[in-house]
């Protein structure tokens, strides 16, 4: 990760002061607001690594963390730029991971900037975000924001009667259909979604869960009344890119993800990763072992097993999609 950057600056807003750590003279000092917009402290060339939170998002009256206005973070994207400077978004989520890793129980912007620093230089795959180019919401955002809006709606109701109402369409369509969507399933999809044990008369094992895991995904096409969901911007049915970015907000920069992204990420990928790597009471304290607390062996471990889950999501999202798109959407349109 070094490789790709120069002298690296790490900073942090806090207290209504910026706390910057200088990797080359191992150096922490604070600047205020107007003295860290003003770049005169940065050398050319070098590479600025913040939290998204206070770089790359504007203020607000309700958020303390973001410091600039949004004509003055692009002003300084720019006048970045122009010095040759890189400026590269951590994501915020993952600063308490960092200060787990590399910090010390105090939680101090000085403690911060040195975690944050260490963690990236210490993990190739760790991501981080370029600036925005403009803070003006698409149409394709803004769609998203109403689907995942309804999205969390129909998970709601649904969660009420337990995944279980008769009248409900999705878990029709999830009865009408699980045999022939588990068949086009790999193997380790089938593990993730619970799906993988067959009783000798090809029915499947009990299990309250899997249908919370399959509706989840048939409630991106469906509605409870049995309509193909659409987005509003396109009056299509949505596509898996599509969704994954505005609606489920798979990746570290994500703020509010919505009751999907719940089910699935802490639901499904919790309790099918910790099975995987057997770690439900391999803390200290006999609880489960926090990924804060991984060795690199069991982080890489980890990151494996969140990729198999993350691929069995996308295939079983086609594969319901696919199914919705044959016996709703064309029946609807020969009709």
Same mark, same amino acid.
């Given at each position: 990760?070094?490789?790709?950057?120069?002298?690296?600056?790490?900073?942090?807003?806090?207290?209504?002061?910026?706390?910057? +750590?200088?990797?080359?003279?191992?150096?922490?000092?604070?600047? &205020?607001?107007?003295?860290?917009?003003?770049?005169?402290?940065?050398?050319?060339?070098?590479?600025?690594?913040?939290?998204?939170?206070?770089?790359?998002?504007?203020? $607000?009256?309700?958020?303390? #963390?973001?410091?600039?206005?949004?004509?003055?973070?692009?002003?300084?994207?720019?006048? #970045?730029?122009?010095?040759?400077?890189?400026?590269?978004? +951590?994501?915020?989520?993952?600063?308490?991971?960092?200060?787990?890793?590399?910090?010390?129980?105090?939680?101090?912007?000085?403690?911060?900037?040195?975690?944050?620093?260490?963690?990236?230089?210490?993990?190739?795959?760790?991501?981080?975000?370029?600036?925005?180019?403009? +803070?003006?919401? &698409?149409?394709?955002?803004?769609?998203?924001?109403?689907?995942?809006?309804?999205?969390?709606?129909?998970?709601?109701?649904?969660?009420?009667?337990?995944?279980?109402?008769?009248?409900?369409?999705?878990?029709?369509?999830?009865?009408?259909?699980?045999?022939?969507?588990? %068949?086009?399933?790999?193997?380790?999809?089938?593990?993730?979604?619970?799906?993988?044990?067959?009783?000798?008369?090809?029915?499947?094992?009990?299990?309250?869960?899997?249908?919370?895991?399959?509706?989840?995904?048939? %409630?991106?096409?469906?509605?409870?009344?049995?309509?193909?969901?659409?987005?509003?911007?396109?009056?299509?049915?949505?596509?898996?890119?599509?969704?994954?970015?505005?609606?489920?907000?798979?990746?570290?920069?994500?703020?509010?993800?919505?009751?999907?992204?719940?089910?699935?990420?802490?639901?499904?990928? $919790?309790?099918?990763?910790?099975?995987?790597?057997?770690?439900?009471?391999? &803390?200290?304290?006999? $609880?489960?072992?926090?990924?804060?607390?991984?060795?690199? /062996?069991?982080?890489?471990?980890?990151?494996?097993?969140?990729?198999?889950?993350?691929?069995?999501?996308? /295939?079983?999202?086609?594969?319901?999609?696919?199914?919705?798109?044959?016996?709703?959407?064309?029946?609807?349109?020969?009709?």
């Amino acid at each position: 990760m070094t490789s790709n950057f120069s002298r690296i600056f790490v900073a942090d807003f806090g207290q209504n002061h910026w706390t910057v +750590f200088d990797s080359f003279t191992q150096e922490i000092f604070e600047l &205020s607001p107007d003295e860290f917009f003003a770049l005169a402290w940065l050398p050319v060339g070098s590479t600025l690594i913040c939290e998204q939170a206070h770089l790359g998002s504007p203020r $607000k009256d309700s958020s303390l #963390a973001q410091v600039y206005l949004a004509e003055e973070l692009l002003d300084l994207y720019a006048r #970045a730029e122009t010095k040759d400077c890189m400026i590269k978004l +951590f994501p915020h989520q993952s600063t308490a991971k960092a200060r787990a890793r590399w910090g010390t129980m105090d939680k101090t912007d000085a403690v911060d900037v040195v975690a944050i620093y260490n963690h990236v230089v210490n993990s190739p795959h760790m991501p981080l975000m370029n600036p925005p180019k403009t +803070f003006e919401a &698409s149409n394709s955002r803004q769609a998203g924001w109403t689907f995942k809006h309804e999205t969390n709606c129909i998970l709601n109701k649904a969660r009420r009667f337990d995944y279980e109402d008769p009248s409900d369409q999705v878990v029709q369509f999830i009865e009408d259909n699980l045999k022939l969507i588990t %068949s086009k399933l790999s193997m380790e999809a089938r593990e993730v979604f619970d799906v993988d044990r067959v009783k000798k008369d090809g029915n499947f094992y009990a299990s309250g869960k899997r249908m919370m895991r399959f509706y989840t995904i048939a %409630s991106l096409f469906l509605q409870p009344d049995g309509k193909v969901r659409k987005r509003l911007d396109t009056d299509t049915i949505p596509g898996l890119r599509w969704l994954s970015r505005n609606v489920l907000h798979n990746g570290p920069f994500h703020l509010k993800g919505g009751i999907a992204r719940s089910n699935l990420n802490h639901h499904v990928a $919790k309790n099918y990763i910790i099975g995987k790597m057997d770690t439900r009471k391999a &803390s200290d304290s006999g $609880k489960v072992l926090s990924h804060y607390h991984f060795t690199p /062996e069991q982080d890489e471990q980890f990151r494996g097993h969140r990729k198999t889950f993350r691929r069995s999501v996308v /295939e079983a999202m086609q594969v319901i999609r696919d199914i919705v798109k044959n016996d709703y959407v064309t029946t609807v349109n020969m009709g």
